[in-house]
């Protein structure tokens, strides 16, 4: 019986050296590297004369820019400024000796798809992006976090990061989630009750009989917005499904040292006896599928929800953010979510975009027609190997029926920085992670979902709930 | 780094909770490989009525002047008075790049969001966290008719405002060095190279799958 946490155990491993300010230097055992926070970091390695310490612990791949239309794939980047970033990751990759998936490779796709996909990401390693939804990798029982660019550069030259531990928060979501309740509507239903400051100086694990039930797929998504609830990271223990899931992929190890990995994976839990700083438990079948109303995530309601009052707010500076909310959202205090139209939706990005979730959106999409009021309904698969096994399964097509568009993989209109995105004042059921003003085009107005709940409101044009269809 | 020098600065209240960093540096121009010139477009859609993009020259656009940063008082301000959770979402340092270039040394708010915190102190930024209470009362006299002026002491980690109220504040030790000193973190780390190559070579014995390459 022992007494440590799976984050001791992680942070324990990983230390190479502690200063005499309680300081610890990290080793950092895998970086995914990606187009918008890489450029700064090569040019300051140019600048020292310095070399990466361990090139072979770094993949790259370009994302964030890219057009998820075939024919401007095919064509070149029409955006100069972004067809100069994506560019200028292929020359450092070049010149560095970093491996990379360019846009016209299968491989290529959202780095947090692509990392587990790949085997790249290894459960019990430190996993590090200049990206804050790198927090995803914590599905396997690995320490991983989003990071600037600085630190990037850090981690390109040294392998290692200058940090402290962080405190311990346990989630456990405890039974069984109702049928049509998804890992989207768990995590959403945490960052309502935690609050999006909730996890901050937290390394938060997620556990519970209902936590464990979840897919690996689904176990991704959890922790994937666990940085929404403001956490430095998420965890999940291992279990025989993270280890089958690690099997025969291109980047895990194989045969005898994939036995010998296996061994140690399986101790990577939390001990019986393990105390953390905070517990917190919640009812699964207590949570319903959610909808975001607002501009935070936190902002979040159950399906059967009323858009909330700043009146009833006793505290003045949530009252003013509701009040905002409210008008950046063009929503009036009470209206049902049900009765909120919409103008776009979009599944895909780092958190919703694996088969599992296209699976799901097509069993709902399925001999169901997109309402006439949406002007754009996208689906963007995660990466070139997810679209292919979905066209292998006939997804695409059923998808292309319904009147949804199908896309080359990328992050798309979770962020906008590429060609999709809302006009001001459009409103969007997005299977992405952030609602902020402007996040998904300036004056757009963003509703987070899971995949089954956003082809519900294609079908409808308004929110629903998936299970009444 | 350039080392943080104490100094004497303007406060600008910017009065909402869960500033993001795409408020704070709209995704946009994010597509620089650049790391300077973002002050510019510091809080870009709060602080303009039309859209801005890349390169844009901003001296002829529509401001909207409701926004703090656009109130003459403020416009030279060094130290940003915030609300809760400052700073959360996206992992991107552009967003203490813009603060830094707009001319920010000092943020203070109730709470920040951890990757923005570590990320200012990267960039010369001095995030400090105060309890709600003392924001409460900085922001009732930073919103008065003169502006609240506070000289920041590192060494010391002292306020000190300009009705005399003196307000201490925490630092960690290591943070703090490495601001004062303006260190560069990686030339530091590199002298730990022997150290960094002995736990490598532990580890290869110990978890020989984790440097295993394709």
Known sequence: MGTKTLYDKLWNTHVVRVDDTGTALLYIDRQLVHEVTSPQAFEGLRLAGRQPWRTSANLAVPDHNVPTASAERAAGITDPVARIQVAALGTNCASFGITEFAMGDPRQGIVHVIGPEQGFTLPGSTIVCGDSHTSTHGAFGALAFGIGTSEVEHVLATQCLIQRPSKTMLISVDGELGAGVTAKDIVLAIIGAIGTAGGTGYVIEFGGEAIRALSIEGRMTVCNMTIEAGARAGLIAVDEKT????RGRPYAPSGELFEQAAAYWRTLVSDDDATFDRVLHLDAASIQPQ???????????????????????????????IRRALAYMGLTAGQPITEIAVDKVFIGSCTNSRIEDLRAAAAVANGRKVSKNIKLALVVPGSGLVKEQAEAEGLDRIFTAAGFE???????????????????????????NRNFEGRQGQGGRTHLVSPAMAVAAAVTGHFVDVRTL | MQPFQNFTGVVAPLDRANVDTDAIIPKQFLKSIKRSGFGPYLFDELRYLDHGEPDMDCSNRPLNSNFVLNDSRFSSAQILLARENFGCGSSREHAPWALADFGFRVILAPSFADIFFNNCFKNGILPIQLKSDLINALFEKASGATPLQIAVDLPAQLLTLNDGETIPFTVDAGNKQ?????????????????????????????????????
Do not use: H
């Open chain 1, 243 to 246: 280890i089958e899931y690690m």
């Open chain 1, 406 to 432: 199908w896309r080359e993989p990328g992050c798309s209109m979770c962020l906008a920085m590429n060609a999709d995105r809302l006009e001001a004042g459009e409103r969007c059921a997005s299977t992405s």
């Open chain 1, 291 to 321: 909808v975001t109303w607002g501009t935070s995530p936190e902002m979040v309601l159950p399906i059967d929800g009323q858009v909330p009052d700043p009146a009833a707010e006793s505290d003045p500076v949530k009252a003013d953010s």
């Open chain 2, 178 to 214: 490495r601001l004062i000193e303006g260190l560069d973190d990686i030339g530091l780390t590199l002298q730990q190279a022997d150290a960094i190559r002995e736990y490598e070579a532990r580890r290869r014995i110990e978890a020989p799958w984790v440097f295993y390459t394709v």
